[in-house]
């Protein structure tokens, strides 16, 4: 008959008694390509938008856009793109309780045009006349490095982690630069 292994037990036996924590995986996806350009693998603490910068500095061209969750509805994350990137547009849906700055009369920012717009269109026609939809497409990497990879890092520390979500990404957009075809318009 076989015992039940209780909590000095799980220490003895196996070294923690804590269960594994999730982690984060923030990715820069190319438009035009859907590869991934730019990945930071994170604790679940972490605060989304304190990875904008690394992500930025792992983007090897110009940036045209940058397109995130409500989440990275910052001041902090506007003006760092736009001191590295001053003419890349930001889509970044506002918060609930968003407001206008002082400015927004006279000079208004790209998030102040975002709450202007959602004011007159709605928050869907925002997202449709924005562009924001675009943000699918880093859904849809996601889904595919999870079919590929499965939903579990199987590392147990943070450097073979790392390894091994560089490993999928690279694997991942081999697959892509394979198996998406070029399509060329004939007139």
């Not at 008959?1 to 995986?25: I, N, Y």
């Not at 605060?47 to 990275?72: C, H, K, M």
């Not at 699918?136 to 091994?164: C, M, N, P, Q, Y």
């Amino acid at each position: 008959m076989h015992k039940p292994c209780a909590l000095p037990c799980l220490v003895e036996k196996h070294g923690t008694r804590t269960h594994r924590s999730w982690r984060k995986l923030h990715i820069g996806v190319g438009a035009e390509t859907g590869q991934i350009l730019a990945a930071e693998l994170t604790t679940s603490e972490v605060d989304d938008g304190s990875q904008v910068e690394p992500l930025l500095d792992q983007i090897p061209g110009p940036l045209a856009s940058f397109t995130g969750d409500g989440a990275y509805d910052q001041t902090r994350i506007y003006d760092t793109i736009a001191k590295r990137y001053p003419d890349a547009d930001v889509f970044v849906p506002t918060r609930s309780t968003a407001v206008l700055t002082e400015t927004a009369q006279s000079t208004p920012t790209q998030r102040d045009r975002h709450l202007q717009s959602i004011a007159e269109h709605g928050r869907t026609g925002w997202q449709t006349r924005s562009g924001y939809t675009r943000r699918a497409l880093v859904e849809a990497a996601i889904s595919w490095l999870k079919r590929v990879t499965g939903d579990a890092l199987r590392s147990r520390t943070d450097r073979r982690r790392l390894t091994e979500m560089a490993i999928a990404i690279a694997a991942l957009n081999r697959m892509l630069e394979l198996g998406c075809p070029k399509s060329v318009r004939i007139t």
